[in-house]
C-alpha cells in the first residue's frame, strides 16, 4: 500500500536499507538490503505497519561465497576479444559477434541476443557468454545429422554478452547489487546516485512510464533517451543490420518470464497473436533442455511486461519492435529467486535458453520471411490478453502432463 511504500522510502531517503529492485506488480514484492545491525529496529517497524516479510539470509557476504564462490570477483576480462565494439561511459569496450556462413549476403536471416544491460544479472551474462560457446561448436562441427544444428546455421547470430561492462566490473568490486552503469553521481551526491538505468534509456514512446527522474533512484532514466554511450552503441549497431534481423532477445534475470511487448503501456501490438505464437516454440525449447539440476517444476509464464510485471518505458525491447522495426522482440527473465545464483545451476539454467533458441531456428516459417516495420502506434484489443491467457493454460497442462 501506499501507506507501505511510504515506510520503505523513508529509509531508503535515511539510507538505512537500498532498495535492490522495483516492486512487481503481480505480487507486490520488493527486496531490500539492510544493515544487520539495525535489523532489530527495522523489523518493528515492518510489524507495527502490518509488512509480511521474510530474511533471506543474514550475513549476504557469505550468501554470495556460498553460491557464487569465493573466486568470483577474480575474473580478468581482458582475454575477450570480439569482432566489433564500442565504448562505455567509463571508455571499457562493449562486444558483439557475428556467427554466420551467409558472409555478407544482404538476405540472411538472423537473430540477435544480448544480456548483461543490467550488471547485477550474472546468471544472464554468463547465459549469453554459454550461447556464444554453444553457437561456436555447432559451427565448427561442419555436417551433422542433427536437424537443430543445420537449422542454427542457417541463420546469422549476432550475440552481444555483456553490454554493461563498467557495472559489471563494479559489481565486482564494490557493490555486487549495482544495476545501472558507472554515470557519475551529481556534484554532493552519494555514489548511490551515480549511474543510468540503460533499460530505461531508450527512445521509445512512452519512455518517461514507471521511470524516474530522481537520479538516485534505481529507475533513473538519464537526462534525455539515449544519453548514454552503452545505449547509443546498441541502437548504432542493430540499426546497422535491422534489415537482417528477425528476432530481438535480450537476456535477463530473475524470475521465469518469456517478455513480449509492450512495456511502456498495457495496450499490446497489432500482431501480438505471431509474437505469442515464437514465444510458445520458445517455452517448449526451454522444457526440452530443462534438467533435475534446475529449478524444479518451473515453467516460463509467457506474456507482455505490463501485464505480467509492470509497465516500464524506455525499454530496449520496445525500441527494437517500434523503432527498429523488428517485429519479433522479446525480453527473457530466467528461472531463479535470486540475483545471486548457485553455481551449480548456472550451467543447466543457460542450457535451458540454448534449448529455446534452437526451438525458435527449427521453426523459421514463423518469422524468417516477416519484414522490418516500423510500428507507429499500439492496438488495444481485449481479445489478445485472453488468448494469452489460453495459451499459458494450454502450456500449463503440457507443462503438469510431461511432469515438468
Known amino acids: 500500500s501506499d501507506r507501505h511504500f511510504k515506510v520503505i522510502d523513508k529509509w531508503s531517503s535515511n539510507s538505512l536499507c537500498k532498495e535492490i529492485e522495483e516492486v512487481r506488480s503481480y505480487d507486490g514484492k520488493i527486496q531490500l538490503l539492510c544493515p544487520f545491525d539495525r535489523f532489530g529496529k527495522i523489523e518493528e517497524d515492518l510489524k507495527r505497519f502490518g509488512i509480511i516479510h521474510f530474511v533471506l539470509t543474514k550475513d549476504v557476504g557469505r550468501f554470495i561465497r556460498d553460491n557464487e564462490g569465493a573466486d568470483s570477483t577474480r575474473r580478468d576480462l581482458s582475454t575477450m576479444t570480439w569482432k566489433e565494439f564500442v565504448g562505455s561511459i567509463e571508455k571499457r569496450k562493449i562486444y558483439a559477434m557475428k556467427i554466420s556462413l551467409s558472409l555478407n549476403k544482404t538476405d540472411a536471416k538472423a537473430i540477435w541476443v544480448d544480456s548483461g544491460i543490467h550488471s547485477r544479472e550474472w546468471s544472464a551474462i554468463s547465459t549469453g557468454t554459454y550461447i556464444l560457446n554453444k553457437l561456436m561448436e555447432v559451427f565448427k562441427a561442419g555436417k551433422t545429422s542433427d536437424k537443430y544444428s543445420n537449422y542454427v546455421k542457417n541463420i546469422d547470430w549476432y550475440v552481444a554478452p555483456l553490454l554493461n561492462p563498467d557495472g559489471y566490473v563494479y559489481t565486482m568490486t564494490k557493490n555486487r547489487f549495482w544495476r ?225
Open 180 to 404: 545501472r552503469n558507472r554515470r557519475s553521481a551529481p556534484a554532493g551526491k552519494p555514489d548511490m546516485c551515480a549511474g543510468v538505468d540503460l533499460n530505461r534509456n531508450f527512445d521509445t514512446d512512452g519512455h518517461y512510464a514507471g521511470t524516474s527522474t530522481d537520479q538516485c533512484s534505481i529507475l533513473y532514466r538519464g537526462p534525455f533517451p539515449e544519453s548514454e554511450p552503452e545505449t547509443r552503441a546498441l541502437v548504432k549497431t542493430i540499426m546497422k543490420h535491422k534489415e537482417n534481423i528477425r528476432i530481438f532477445i535480450t537476456i535477463h534475470s530473475y524470475g521465469g518470464y518469456w517478455l513480449t511487448p509492450w512495456a511502456h503501456t498495457y495496450h499490446l501490438p497489432e500482431d501480438y497473436l505471431n509474437i505469442n505464437r515464437v514465444g510458445v516454440h520458445a517455452i517448449k525449447g526451454a522444457l526440452r533442455g530443462y534438467t533435475k539440476m534446475s529449478y524444479p517444476n518451473s515453467s516460463y509464464k509467457l506474456g507482455s511486461v505490463s501485464q505480467l510485471l509492470y509497465v516500464c518505458g524506455g525499454t530496449s525491447m520496445d525500441w527494437a519492435k517500434m523503432k527498429a522495426g523488428i517485429q519479433l522482440a522479446y525480453a527473457l527473465e530466467m528461472k531463479g529467486m535470486f540475483f545471486i545464483e548457485n553455481k551449480t545451476n548456472i550451467i543447466p539454467l543457460a542450457e535451458e535458453i540454448w534449448s529455446a533458441l534452437k526451438e525458435i531456428a527449427a521453426h523459421p516459417e514463423d518469422w524468417a520471411d516477416l519484414n522490418v516495420t516500423t510500428t507507429k502506434k499500439n492496438s488495444a484489443m481485449v481479445l489478445l490478453p485472453l488468448c494469452s491467457l489460453l495459451w499459458s493454460i494450454v502450456l500449463g497442462f503440457y507443462f503438469v502432463w510431461v511432469g515438468y
